[in-house]
């Protein structure tokens, strides 16, 4: 079922909104919570949170692209559960993937001290909308799924030191962006 | 940045990014253009131009319905020297390492060039703006055996021929100076099987040569079948000079060798130090194909 059809669903407030929604993304929206949470019971828990916080912001939301809504609610819900049962606890893959980026965005006074949100997210946005397919999806599996090397390259065909070294280059890329756009120092 | 700004400001890619990266799907992939928020029109037109050339490529290439391997020596007058800021790295332990070429602390890092006198064949012109080398554009054979682009060719896209075919031969060189204190090029990944060790006099290098295997598990998340994938890999190493030259792919061993064997080195007289490098590197990881 196309997008549009699901979200006209969830507008006349059918449940078979859900159904549908979770046929399309179910997998992907599991995945995304899996990647976070390390459990595959709390996972699917997140899921079914995510579907319900679908019901309740479409409508007045009409997202587009859905799946990009969908997964990032999901995500936001991983993230809060993971906060709120591990404390100070540090996750290993999503610490492990901000690792990668810290070590590669060192903490500069000047900058730090004006840090604006807004724009150094456009920046990631730009830089982003600047790579070729292939480095935009290890890009964004690595830190915003939080998926492992092994994963990434599985569904790239790729070997998993390649990917290593592209995700090495495309940090170092981001890097070399911001400072440029005066966002890193 | 700390990590908290870090998590905040990657909390908040465009859903666009998030929803093309659910499945891998290059071919399903809108063009870049539409997404960028602020893009200078310099960059607008560069990648109108490359669309075009590449588009060209491909359509050429498949018009030409060859799929047959070139022969072609390179002119006498081709020397090549590896774009350093290219090389690659990696984050892996030492302890995944299963052979190392290390330096010793009397070495001195030289630039060397190097010309192949002899090889096998060319890749086949028509692969020229196909997945995964839709980024080789240029027609000469220095790029073709150094291009990273030309690896792994069996991906969802690729020309269904040369599925699970590797790439032919790589050649790649590395210098002591992009390290670390000391450190090496080493082989990841790859299991060796018998390690045949030689010194060359004629070309003043110590040898190791073997073929090597790297297993996949399966990940049925993504229908990937458990597989096992191998080529030769040749390492010519000068550890007084610093340098090393690694040939891999999947020619014959016997092809390979005599690439190697007929691989003419000249030390360019330059000592490479630590500043001639941008990046700097704690080890090579020289499995890399």
Redesign the interface.
Known sequence: MEDSQIIDLFFERSERAIDELEAKYGRAVTKTADNILRSRRDAEECANDTWLAVWDSIPPHRPDPLAGYVCRIARNLAVSKLRSETAQKRNGTLDLVLDELEDFLPAGADVEADYDYKETVEGINRFLSTLSYDDRFLFVRRYWYADSVKEIAAAMHERENRVSMRLFRLREKLRKTLQKEGLLA | ???D????????????????????A?ED?SS?SE?????KAK?IITIALAAVLILALGVTAWASGFFSMLTRQPDPEETFRINWSEN?????EWSDAKLAVTFPDTAESKEIEFRPGWLPYELPSELRGCH?WQ?LSADTWFQRLSS?DL??A???QSVPAYRDMMQPLLIETYSMSMFNNGGAMLL??YTPEEITEEHWDEQDVDVMYFHAT?H??A?P??N?PERTIGENIVVLSNAEGGWVIRLAGEISMDEMLEVARNLEVRETGKTMSYEDFE?HYLFI?G???
């Open positions: 940045m700390n990590r700004k870090l998590f905040q400001a990657l909390s908040g890619l465009d859903d666009r990014y998030i929803a093309e990266a659910i499945r891998y290059p992939a870049a997404r960028i928020v602020k893009m960059r690659p790295s990696g984050y892996i995964p980024n990273e690896a792994f069996d991906g969802p990841l990944y790297q996949f598990d990940v998340e993504y990937m990046n990881d499995g890399v194909g």
